[in-house]
C-alpha cells in the first residue's frame, strides 16, 4: 500500500517571531489548498520563553527576568502555558481537520499526531507511553492549572517516560485545519525555568519548583550517551513517519513565502499589541 506523502520542513534555529508566523502561515496555506499536510521542526535563537494564547502576561511573567536572562519572548496562537524553548526539538504539525487520519475530537485528533512524538522516543531508546488522567480530580487538574509552567503536569495524552512528563504540546483549530506545535526537551535549565514566573512568595516557588523534578524530565537526564540535536532530529522525523504511517519529502520555502512569513513575523508576532494583549 502506498503511503500518504507529507511535506516536511527542516527550518532550524529561528527567531521566536519567525516560528509563530512560519506555524501561522503553513495553517493558512493549508487551509487554501496551496500546500499539502506539513511536518516542521525547529528551534530558537535566541532560546525563548513563550505564553500561551490565553496567558496574562503582566500577571504570571517576570518581564524584567526574561530580559536579564537575554531570551527571547513570544505568544503562542495556541494555548497552554509557559514553555521556556532551549535545549529542545520543537515541532509543528499541519493538517486539515477533515483529514481521513484526524478524529473529530481535539483530544482524540491530538493523540493521533502525537503517535509520531511516541514512536520517536521509541527509536531513541526510552519507553514512552501516553498520560490518561484517571480519577475526577486528575481531569479537573486540568482544567485549571495550578502553575503557569507548562510542564509542571502531563495533559490528555502528552508522553511521559518513568512517570515524568517529556513532552508538552499545544493545538488550536482556525480555518478548517489543525495546528498542533510543542516541545521535546533534550535538556532542561529549572533554575532559569523558574525565575521568570511570579509567584506569591519564596515559600510557593521552592515548592512548585521540587514538584515540578517529580513531574518532568528531559531526554538527556535518562539517556548516557547523551543525545544530540541530529540523533533528535532524525528519531523524530522517523518517528512521524512510523507513528502516522506517512513518508515525508523535504519542502522549501519560495521566495515569495518567505517574504511574506517575514511581514507576519514583524508586524504581528514582533507586536507589544499581539505579545502583551491580555
Not at 512521524?240 to 519542502?251: C, Q, T
Given at each position: 500500500m502506498i503511503k500518504e506523502v507529507w511535506n516536511f520542513i527542516d527550518s532550524g534555529f529561528c527567531?521566536?517571531?519567525?516560528?509563530?508566523?512560519?506555524?501561522?502561515?503553513?495553517?493558512?496555506?493549508?487551509?487554501?489548498g496551496k500546500i499539502e499536510p506539513t511536518i516542521?521542526?525547529?528551534?530558537?535563537n535566541p532560546p525563548t520563553l513563550s505564553v500561551g494564547y490565553f496567558q496574562k502576561v503582566e500577571k504570571e511573567i517576570d518581564l524584567e527576568a526574561v530580559k536579564k536572562a537575554g531570551l527571547g519572548f513570544v505568544r503562542r496562537p495556541t494555548g497552554g502555558r509557559g514553555?521556556?524553548?532551549d535545549q529542545e526539538l520543537t515541532y509543528s504539525v499541519v493538517v486539515s481537520e477533515k483529514h481521513p487520519k484526524m478524529p473529530?475530537?481535539?483530544?482524540?485528533?491530538?493523540?493521533?499526531?502525537?503517535?509520531?512524538?511516541?514512536?520517536g522516543f521509541r527509536f531513541l531508546g526510552l519507553d514512552a507511553y501516553f498520560a490518561i488522567p484517571k480519577t475526577e480530580t486528575e481531569k479537573e487538574d486540568l482544567k485549571n492549572p495550578r502553575s503557569s509552567v507548562c510542564f509542571d503536569a502531563p495533559s490528555w495524552y502528552e508522553l511521559v517516560v518513568e512517570g515524568r512528563k517529556v513532552a508538552g504540546s499545544a493545538q488550536?483549530?482556525?480555518k478548517g485545519v489543525i495546528l498542533q506545535h510543542g516541545s521535546i526537551?533534550?535538556?532542561l535549565d529549572e533554575d532559569l525555568l523558574?525565575?521568570?514566573?511570579?509567584?506569591?512568595?519564596d515559600r510557593v516557588k521552592e515548592r512548585l519548583k521540587r514538584n515540578f523534578k517529580n513531574k518532568a524530565v528531559a531526554i538527556n537526564e535518562l539517556k548516557t550517551p547523551p543525545v544530540s540535536f541530529a540523533e533528535a532530529w532524525e528519531a523524530f522525523r522517523k518517528g512521524?513517519?512510523?507513528?502516522?504511517?506517512?513518508?515525508?519529502?523535504?519542502?522549501s520555502l519560495s521566495d515569495e513565502q518567505l517574504a511574506y512569513v517575514e511581514k507576519l513575523a514583524k508586524e504581528k508576532y514582533e507586536s507589544d499589541q499581539w505579545n502583551f494583549k491580555r
Open positions: 527567531s521566536p517571531s519567525f516560528n509563530m508566523a512560519l506555524d501561522e502561515a503553513l495553517l493558512e496555506w493549508h487551509s487554501e516542521r521542526f525547529y528551534g530558537w514553555v521556556l524553548h473529530m475530537s481535539v483530544t482524540e485528533a491530538y493523540r493521533v499526531i502525537s503517535e509520531g512524538i511516541l514512536e488550536t483549530r482556525q526537551l533534550l535538556e523558574f525565575s521568570l514566573f511570579k509567584y506569591p512568595n512521524f513517519e512510523k507513528g502516522l504511517n506517512i513518508s515525508l519529502k523535504p519542502y
